[in-house]
T-cell receptor, first 114, second 113 residues
């Protein structure tokens, strides 16, 4: 059983389009995250949700809008895609009060904007 | 703002050799994590270090945490080709409530046969 699953795995789209990435976890975790990994492998947090509530919203363009319909799901919608949005986007989840578990990451979505 | 630095950024080593990857961070924290990432793959949890002096070992890898020095090390013993990957440390700032890991820059390890 996949613990944190993301769809799609690959996404190629043209500049200006709108696209969504979906994430689901079946671990019973209460916190979910979006991280962006750029071409140099650097990982930067974008958003964090705890029990469907937005906790962390880093300096991300407002073209990026996360949505968490429930604790097990976190989606990322991106409007008016730009070339610089090309990256790998990772979803992750964790359980509050259990730092010994760490984060569990999804397999990533490789977004290419052409 | 918390900064996490790793060195070296790139490491090419011969099989059988030993080496250490360093992770320095700028703000007090006693929660540090090591992850491994293979090319095109997700991040796999390696070690969870939650106190000063914590040491964890798994196979040829050993991680330690010195919270006073704000330093963690990942030591590789008798490297084998299968250890080739990118290794990340991540620090959980004390005020974040585990809502925001800050990742290091990553160390790309290549073990040569």
């Amino acid at each position: 059983d996949t613990a944190v699953s993301q769809t799609p795995k690959y996404l190629v789209t043209q500049m200006g389009n709108d696209k969504s990435i979906k994430c689901e976890q079946n671990l019973g975790h209460d916190t979910m995250y979006w991280y962006k990994q750029d071409s140099k492998k650097f990982l930067k947090i974008m958003f964090s949700y705890n029990n469907k509530e937005l906790i962390i919203n880093e300096t991300v363009p407002n073209r990026f809008s996360p949505k968490s319909p429930d604790k097990a799901h976190l989606n990322l919608h991106i409007n008016s895609l730009e070339l610089g949005d090309s990256a790998v986007y990772f979803c992750a989840s964790s359980l509050t009060g259990r730092p010994n578990y760490g984060y569990t990451f999804g397999s990533g979505t490789r977004l290419t904007v052409v | 703002e918390l900064k996490v630095e790793q060195n070296p950024l790139f490491l090419s080593m011969q099989e059988g050799k030993n080496y250490t990857i360093y992770c320095n961070y700028s703000t007090t924290s006693d929660r540090l994590y090591w992850y491994r990432q293979d090319p095109g793959k997700s991040l796999e949890s390696l070690f969870v270090l939650l106190s000063n002096g914590a040491v964890k070992q798994e196979g040829r890898l050993m991680a330690s945490l010195d919270t006073k020095a704000r330093l963690s090390t990942l030591h590789i013993t008798a490297a084998v080709h299968d250890l080739s990957a990118t290794y990340f440390c991540a620090v959980d700032p004390p005020t974040s409530g585990t809502y925001k890991y800050i990742f290091g820059t990553g160390t790309r390890l290549k073990v040569l046969a």
